[in-house]
């Protein structure tokens, strides 16, 4: 390989490990969702069995009576 395409080549490297880190960093400054309200979280009382493996959730706390059933095995839980 010649001296130029070879420094061609590192200088594209640099710049994607930069970019890449640059990225990393901004993912990582960014926080976290924010705490719910406790005001807005109801008791509620569902257990859910894991239609793979046969893995049980019992639920006690949720933002809302009508929440979508976790997923477990990457297939979404039945409600027992």
Known sequence: MSGLLQIGLA???????????????KLLSQGGPDEPDPDDVIDVERTFRCTVCGMQLTVTHAHDADFAAPRHCREDMELV
Not at 11 to 25: D, E, F, N, T, Y
């Open 11 to 25: 200088a594209l490297i640099g710049v994607v490990v930069w970019m890449s880190g640059r990225w990393a960093i």
